[in-house]
C-alpha cells in the first residue's frame, strides 16, 4: 500500500523537459504525416471510369474495353481503331481515357479504347 502512494506522488510530480516536449512535438507530427500519406495513398488514385461512357467537357465520347495481347502496341492498337483515320488522335485519346505516363503495355491489361473514329 505504501509502494502504491509513494508512485503516485511520483507521478504527480513529473514535469516534461523542453527535450522532452519536443521529443512529444516531433512524435505526435510524425503519426500526423504517417495518416496523410496513408490516406492520400488509400484515396488519391481511382480506376478509371467503368461506365460506358466517359464525359469530356465538350462531347460524350464512347469507349470500349480491350484486353492486351502478346505483341500488342499502343500504336498498333491505335492502327487498328483508326480506320485509316488520324492515328495519332487515337492513341492520343487511349493515354489519355487510360492515365498511361509510357507506351509499357502488360499482356493481359485492360484498356479503354473509342468505340469507334
Not at 516536449?21 to 496523410?36: E, H, I, K, S
Request: hydrophobic letters at 45%; one cysteine or more.
Amino acid at each position: 500500500m505504501a509502494t502504491t502512494l509513494n508512485i503516485r506522488k511520483t507521478i504527480q510530480h513529473l514535469k516534461l523537459t523542453s527535450r522532452g516536449r519536443c521529443v512529444l512535438q516531433l512524435t505526435v507530427g510524425l503519426v500526423a504525416v504517417v495518416l496523410a500519406a496513408v490516406t492520400i495513398a488509400a484515396f488519391g488514385s481511382r480506376p478509371p471510369i467503368s461506365s460506358a461512357v466517359a464525359a469530356d467537357d465538350k462531347e460524350q465520347v464512347t469507349y470500349q474495353q480491350i484486353v492486351v495481347q502478346p505483341g500488342d502496341t499502343l500504336w498498333g492498337i491505335s492502327s487498328r481503331l483508326s480506320d485509316n483515320g488520324n492515328q495519332s488522335v487515337v492513341l492520343d485519346k487511349i493515354l489519355t481515357y487510360n492515365h498511361l505516363e509510357t507506351s509499357e503495355l502488360e499482356v493481359g491489361q485492360v484498356l479503354l479504347v473509342p468505340a469507334s473514329e
